[in-house]
């Protein structure tokens, strides 16, 4: 079985640079407080704890947003292998304005499905796409595989509606 793609969301791209980035700012200053501070009183200890205080939270704060974009692969990926699939109606493909890669902003194809038994409209995205896929699109429905316990997550499989697809 082919590997599916499950896409890093912005906050996850952010985890990945914040986490590192903490991680040698807290070294940082657990270095130069171990071995640089508190041999003379005129050492900046105040500015060797921030680096390990800028070092903790910019740590903190990325792993926390790695861990959320983590957290949500798993639930699109427990989605695909464990759930159930429908074919929902593509309305449309969306630019994603608020995410900036390279100078380039992101589209998702939006799609929906209207489920019979609860008369429920549920809307659902597909992974951040650095393409215009519009016209490549080779169906106007999807497949989005949903979890069997919880119907807000849904793994929209882009793939299957698209050609493939090689960038030089």
């Avoid at 499950?6 to 980035?21: C, N, R």
């Avoid at 070294?27 to 060797?48: M, Q, R, S």
């Avoid at 595989?145 to 997550?153: G, K, P, Q, T």
Wanted: charged share 20%; proline share 5%; aromatic share 12%.
């Amino acid at each position: 079985m082919e590997k599916k793609k499950y896409g890093w969301t912005a906050l996850g791209i952010v985890g990945i640079v914040f986490t590192p980035m903490g991680i040698l700012f807290l070294l940082l200053g657990v270095i130069l407080w171990t071995y640089g501070a508190g041999k003379k009183p005129e050492d900046p200890t105040i500015f060797l704890a921030a680096f390990g205080g800028i070092g903790a939270i910019f740590t903190l704060t990325g792993f926390a947003l790695l861990a959320a974009d983590l957290l949500r692969r798993k639930k699109m990926e427990r989605a695909f292998l464990g759930g159930y699939y429908v074919m929902a109606k593509i309305t449309g493909v969306r630019t994603q304005n608020n995410v900036n890669m390279n100078g380039r902003h992101p589209v998702t194809v939006e799609c929906r499905y209207d489920d019979p038994a609860t008369g429920v409209t549920h809307i659902y995205h597909s992974r951040y796409l650095y393409i215009d896929v519009e016209p490549l699109l080779k169906d106007t429905e999807v497949p989005v595989y949903i979890d069997r316990n919880d119907d807000s997550v849904g793994f929209v499989d882009i793939d299957a509606v698209l050609p493939e697809i090689r960038v030089h």
